[in-house]
């Protein structure tokens, strides 16, 4: 099967320009998370939904970062506009809608996003 | 509040030698424990968890995990170790009934030939 899809792999763009992180989540599961990962930070939860719906985005850092689900295969973390500091390892992660939550989330590769 | 904490950053150890790579948490309630390694250029793979039920979990590549309530950890081991083991590992933890995973900040494994 199929693993969690995420485009592009690598993304380089200037200060101030739009940047849209594409995910495919693995088929079936409910649950979806995107997390970024720097060096000063760690891995952090931005935000994640269940059934396609928003449960938590107090991780998402400011106004200019927004994620949408519109179906249950498809997810999008946009950045509008990028800043330098918004560089970093963007991941989505995937899990069924386990029995109290005891699913482990499967990651895909990540998009490796550097803001100029 | 929820938190993991994994006191090395790194840890080196010699092939054929055995390895632990530690982690304490704290959660309110019973925690779910998990954990989870890196390769480089790669995202997080998952090993093993804990739910319940046995303290000592097994689960991918040979990798093992003991629970320790009093002691609040979750130390991950492995009897012989393997230079393709080297990556970065994270422990992460959630309180049962469904809430977010905390994560560790990771502790990168290195196993000399």
């Known amino acids: 099967d199929a693993g969690v899809i995420q485009s592009p792999r690598h993304e380089v763009t200037e200060m101030g320009q739009e940047v849209t992180l594409r995910c495919k989540p693995i088929s079936g599961h409910n649950s979806l998370f995107w997390y970024r990962q720097t060096m000063m930070r760690g891995l952090e939860l931005l935000i994640y939904?269940?059934?396609?719906?928003?449960?938590?985005d107090s991780g998402m850092p400011e106004d200019r970062f927004s994620a949408k689900m519109p179906n249950a295969s498809f997810s999008t973390l946009k950045i509008q506009p990028s800043e330098p500091r918004d560089s970093a390892v963007y991941f989505c992660?995937?899990?069924?809608?386990?029995?109290?939550?005891?699913?482990?989330?499967?990651f895909g590769d990540g998009t490796r996003l550097s803001i100029l | 509040a929820q938190s993991v904490a994994q006191p090395e950053d790194q840890v080196n150890v010699a092939e054929g030698n055995p390895l632990t790579v530690k982690c304490t948490y704290s959660?309110?309630?019973?925690?779910?424990l998990f954990w989870y390694v890196q390769y480089p250029n790669r995202g997080l793979q998952f090993l093993l968890k804990y739910i319940t039920g046995d303290n000592l979990v097994k689960g991918s590549y040979g990798f093992e995990a003991e629970f320790n309530k009093s002691q609040t950890s979750f130390h991950l081991k492995k009897p012989s170790a393997l230079v393709s083991d080297s990556a970065l590992y994270f422990c992460a933890v959630r309180r049962g009934g469904y809430s977010t995973l905390t994560f560790g900040k990771g502790t990168m494994l290195l196993v000399s030939p």
């Open positions: 939904f269940n059934n396609n719906v928003p449960i938590d």
């Open positions: 992660a995937s899990s069924p809608l386990g029995q109290a939550g005891n699913q482990p989330q499967h």
């Open positions: 959660v309110s309630g019973n925690p779910y």
